[in-house]
């Protein structure tokens, strides 16, 4: 019984030692996952390895690396891509607001991490992209009244992203692409807008009727000019003799005889005939 005890014993001694040692271990390491890049905090200056305190200048890729334990402390970065909106309320050069949401690709520069943590910490992004958007979209948009913003919406974009990217790269954040996903105006110049092309439709409609109304002038004086030179004509030819009367007459009869000849109802009876009494 006393053999089955020390076993015991043993046995706790045993694993106690092993979970300390894992635990040690795993104090000694630490995981830089894919996507991601890490830096190192030294709470003191290292004395095995020269290094001072505070963040190193060295930059840690993915994979899996030592540390002194509760000496260092590494800080991990997304690295990747990543997708942000953000929208905004700004005024025009006519002092028409407007809302516009901006798309921003962004990830930071992987070299100047260190530099990125020591002033901005691992949630620059939150700290930097919202307020410099807003900055360089008001400035923007200042320099055009509504209706250009509409007309000139890729200059726009495209002044905003200029702009944008050099001010992101004075923070170390690199901007792949940038782009105005939304723009809309308050009700009041959307009230403007639709009053606007009434009037215009309504101005169309009064040239249309003004351009008839002089069509319908010079086809009158058209027709009057003719019906003058026509009447012209005919008596310059009656002072000539009684030949254009009688071709006219046949011209009349012809007509008729080709009417009646149509007509279903209609039976010619020879001027010859002579009937039975």
């Given at each position: 019984m006393q053999a089955v005890d020390r076993l015991?014993?043993?046995?706790?001694?045993?694993?106690?030692?092993?979970?300390?040692?894992?635990?040690?271990?795993?104090?000694?390491?630490?995981?830089?996952?894919?996507?991601?890049?890490?830096?190192?905090?030294?709470?003191?200056?290292n004395p095995f390895t020269g290094e001072g305190a505070g963040i190193q200048r060295r930059v840690v890729g993915e994979g899996t690396h030592l540390k002194w334990p509760w000496l260092q402390d590494p800080k991990v970065f997304d690295v990747r891509t990543r997708p942000r909106?953000?929208?905004?309320?700004?005024?025009?050069?006519?002092?028409?607001?407007v809302n516009i949401t901006l798309?921003?690709?962004s990830r930071p520069k992987q070299d100047a991490?260190?530099?990125?943590?020591?002033?901005?910490?691992l949630d620059y992004d939150e700290r930097i992209l919202p307020s410099i958007a807003n900055e360089v979209l008001k400035s923007v948009v200042a320099q055009y009244d509504?209706?250009?913003?509409?007309?000139?919406?890729e200059a726009v974009s495209r002044e905003v992203k200029d702009q944008l990217i050099q001010r992101a790269a004075d923070f170390h954040i690199v901007l792949e692409d940038i782009a105005i996903t939304h723009l809309t105006f308050g009700k009041e110049f959307a009230s403007a807008i639709e009053k606007k092309q009434v009037a215009q439709q309504d101005a169309e409609r009064q040239r249309f009727v003004?351009?008839?109304?002089?069509?319908?002038?010079?086809?009158?004086?058209?027709?009057?000019?003719?019906?003058?030179?026509?009447?012209k004509l005919i008596s310059e030819a009656l002072k000539k003799g009684q030949g254009l009367i009688n071709l006219r007459r046949l011209e009349a009869a012809r007509d008729i005889t080709s009417t009646i000849a149509k007509s279903k109802n209609i039976v010619f009876i020879p001027s010859g005939s002579h009937h039975g009494g």
């Open positions: 015991m014993v043993r046995l706790g001694s045993i694993g106690i030692g092993l979970t300390v040692g894992a635990s040690a271990v795993s104090s000694c390491i630490y995981d830089v996952d894919g996507g991601k890049m890490a830096v190192m905090f030294n709470r003191f200056p909106a953000i929208p905004t309320v700004t005024g025009t050069k006519d002092l028409q607001m798309r921003l690709l991490l260190p530099i990125i943590y020591s002033r901005l910490g509504a209706e250009e913003l509409l007309k000139k919406r003004v351009a008839k109304a002089e069509q319908e002038k010079k086809a009158m004086v058209i027709r009057a000019e003719g019906e003058a030179e026509a009447a």
